[in-house]
């Protein structure tokens, strides 16, 4: 049936996939093992600032996780809008496994998270609180969508000026390290050839309070067909929405697409639908049946980590629309 394969997002995707993988190699584990624990790893990682515990804050200042996870429309599962728990994809798991439903949000899903035995967690570190309170400081007051309301009633107060300057640094900072980065978005195909995707994220850093992505969406941000492929999308999250970016990979290459044809045409799509701003980016994964695999990014930067039984290492995208 092939070799084992995991394909992660971005370089935090590597080590994503070192916690995976024994998962995935395992006598009684297998693809969805490892792509839960793969998340599990990018979730609990607090320099990770765009997923789990330690992930940027919404515009109020509260930190809120969207997840998804599956291995086929039949099977899968999906949590949005989590602000107590630090593994999302475990909830999205539970969801799957153990209730009729597809997605869970906000109490609900905290609720179905305390009912199974999960933690609850404070999601918020110190140097994501600086991030928010030096935007806030500098961009938050002028953000379009954001209420001014929200704001002032955010759960901490704005940084006096005197202090501006240095939790300016912090965040700045912490956004160049960022840039290579971002959701976590998981990919596996085991031994046996089973198939199964999942994704983790806080969000787009400083969104509207109650803005959900594509993360958590089926079709949107994960989508897993074991007929027709896989596939996992990264980035800006209303870009993606709008043309049901991994629905629309695995349905092409269902109908005989290569991955790397499928993933190309998602961000031609969404180059085509969308007035791009300069600093948009979507990147996609795509992962046919038997193995074949390919990328595609709107822009430079996105790099997918890969890891076989010999190979453990970042590549770029086979396609890279705007150059
Ligand atoms: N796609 C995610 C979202 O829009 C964010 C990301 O990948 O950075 O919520």
Same mark, same amino acid.
């Given at each position: 049936?092939?070799?084992?394969?995991?394909?992660?997002?971005?370089?935090?995707?590597?080590?994503?996939?070192?916690?995976?993988?024994?998962?995935?190699?395992?006598?009684?584990?297998?693809?969805?093992?490892?792509?839960?624990?793969?998340?599990?790893?990018?979730?609990?990682?607090?320099?990770?600032?765009?997923?789990?515990?330690?992930?940027?804050?919404?515009?109020?200042?509260?930190?809120?996780?969207?997840?998804?996870?599956?291995?086929?429309?039949?099977?899968?599962?999906?949590?949005?809008?989590?602000?107590?728990?630090?593994?999302?994809?475990?909830?999205?798991?539970?969801?799957?496994?153990?209730?009729?439903?597809?997605?869970?949000?906000?109490?609900?899903?905290?609720?179905?998270?305390?009912?199974?035995?999960?933690?609850?967690?404070?999601?918020?570190?110190?140097?994501?609180?600086?991030?928010?309170?030096?935007?806030?400081?500098? *961009?938050?007051?002028?953000?379009?969508?954001?209420?001014?309301?929200?704001?002032?009633?955010?759960?901490?107060?704005?940084?006096?000026?005197?202090?501006?300057?240095?939790?300016?640094?912090?965040?700045?900072?912490?956004?160049?390290?960022?840039?290579?980065?971002?959701?976590?978005?998981?990919?596996?195909?085991?031994?046996?050839?089973?198939?199964?995707?999942?994704?983790?994220?806080?969000?787009?850093?400083?969104?509207?309070?109650?803005?959900? /992505?594509d993360?958590?969406?089926?079709?949107?941000?994960?989508?897993?067909?074991?007929?027709?492929?896989?596939?996992?999308a990264?980035g800006h999250g209303e870009l993606v929405m709008g043309v049901?970016g991994?629905?629309?990979?695995?349905? *092409?290459?269902?109908?005989?697409?290569?991955?790397?044809?499928?993933?190309?045409?998602?961000v031609?799509?969404i180059a085509?639908a969308y007035?791009l701003?300069?600093?948009d980016q979507v /990147?996609?994964?795509?992962?046919?049946?038997?193995?074949?695999?390919?990328?595609?990014?709107l822009?430079?930067?996105?790099?997918?980590?890969? *890891?076989?039984?010999?190979?453990?290492?970042?590549?770029?995208?086979?396609?890279?629309?705007?150059?």
């Amino acid at each position: 049936m092939g070799e084992p394969l995991m394909l992660a997002t971005w370089t935090t995707g590597q080590a994503a996939n070192a916690a995976g993988w024994p998962h995935l190699v395992a006598p009684d584990g297998g693809a969805i093992d490892a792509v839960e624990h793969a998340c599990r790893n990018a979730e609990a990682d607090p320099q990770n600032m765009t997923v789990g515990y330690g992930g940027r804050p919404d515009a109020a200042g509260e930190v809120t996780l969207d997840a998804s996870i599956m291995v086929s429309p039949a099977r899968c599962g999906s949590v949005c809008f989590v602000r107590r728990f630090m593994h999302p994809v475990s909830i999205a798991r539970l969801v799957m496994d153990r209730s009729p439903h597809v997605l869970l949000a906000g109490d609900g899903a905290e609720r179905f998270a305390l009912a199974h035995g999960l933690e609850p967690a404070d999601l918020l570190t110190n140097a994501a609180r600086q991030a928010w309170q030096a935007w806030l400081a500098t *961009r938050g007051a002028a953000a379009v969508g954001t209420p001014q309301a929200n704001i002032e009633e955010a759960p901490a107060a704005a940084a006096p000026a005197a202090e501006a300057a240095h939790v300016v640094e912090a965040a700045e900072a912490a956004e160049a390290a960022e840039a290579d980065h971002d959701t976590i978005g998981v990919l596996a195909r085991d031994a046996g050839g089973r198939l199964a995707g999942a994704c983790s994220t806080s969000g787009m850093a400083f969104n509207a309070p109650g803005r959900v /992505g594509d993360s958590p969406i089926i079709g949107h941000g994960l989508y897993v067909d074991p007929d027709r492929g896989a596939a996992v999308a990264t980035g800006h999250g209303e870009l993606v929405m709008g043309v049901c970016g991994t629905f629309l990979a695995v349905e *092409r290459m269902g109908q005989g697409a290569s991955p790397a044809e499928a993933a190309a045409e998602v961000v031609r799509r969404i180059a085509d639908a969308y007035d791009l701003a300069e600093n948009d980016q979507v /990147g996609i994964i795509t992962l046919a049946p038997d193995g074949a695999w390919s990328s595609a990014a709107l822009r430079r930067g996105f790099r997918v980590a890969v *890891r076989t039984p010999d190979r453990d290492e970042l590549a770029e995208p086979h396609t890279v629309l705007l150059t």
